[in-house]
């Protein structure tokens, strides 16, 4: 409860940090902002030119295969940059925070709001290609703020229970980059599990929250199935994103006043 209060508490502070973050990190670059873009489009041409064209990926819907890879592959940019850049975020602060009367406790949201600009630019991108489609509006698009607000909590959660194990056990961070570039295919992303895979399989790959996260947009756009269709799924996601966040928030309270102590 002490956490959650801090984020309430700071949340002006956490917006203010964040868009500052993200003006320092591309000031010295001639695009600037526009790399947070860029970046991401040019890689879902790479990805949409391998499985799309050159290995022919089916959706596994009636809708194209690059609606449903970008229904899949944007939420997925902005879980992988948050978890990988959160993960940091203690760790990369904690000599400058240490001395200060800060709530260290909110440097993960920190991370989830600066990535929401080039989040939402490519959600933009999406809903265009979905009017020039013809792709109809469901009564299905209105759970995507459940989705999103999903997808906010679980990558707190983890994030905060990342940030605070990376300070204590560095190769922590190294193993989560390994773990990040496996999940990318196991989660579905560029390619469909349940058309390419035997259903045992797909059901212990569906443990991984993350593929709730991306098939539940893709649910919402595309596939018009609803959140509540699958109650026991919908309560195992967030039962594990309340573990995360109490044993986050338990080593944090735990192990901040220390943390410089293990840089």
Partial sequence: MEVIKEQVKNLPMIFRIARYEDKATYQSHYLGLAWQILNPLIQIAIYYFVFGFAMKAKSGSDASYIEWMLAGIIPWFFISAVILQGANSIYNKISMVSKMNFPMSILPNITIVSNLTSYFTMMLILLGLFAINGTPITIYWGQYLYYFVAMIAFLYSVTLFNATISVLV????????????????????????????????????????????????????????????????????????????????TLHMKFRERFVDYL
């Fill in 170 to 249: 560095r190769d922590y961070y190294i193993m989560l980059q390994s773990v990040m570039r496996v999940l990318f295919y196991m989660s579905g992303i560029v390619w469909n599990l349940e058309t390419m895979l035997p259903q045992w399989l797909v059901d212990l790959l569906k443990l991984n929250p993350i593929y709730y996260v991306v098939n539940g947009f893709r649910e919402t756009f595309l596939m018009h199935k609803g959140f509540w269709e699958s109650p026991s799924y919908t309560m195992y996601f967030w039962l594990i994103t309340i573990v995360l966040l109490f044993v986050g928030a």
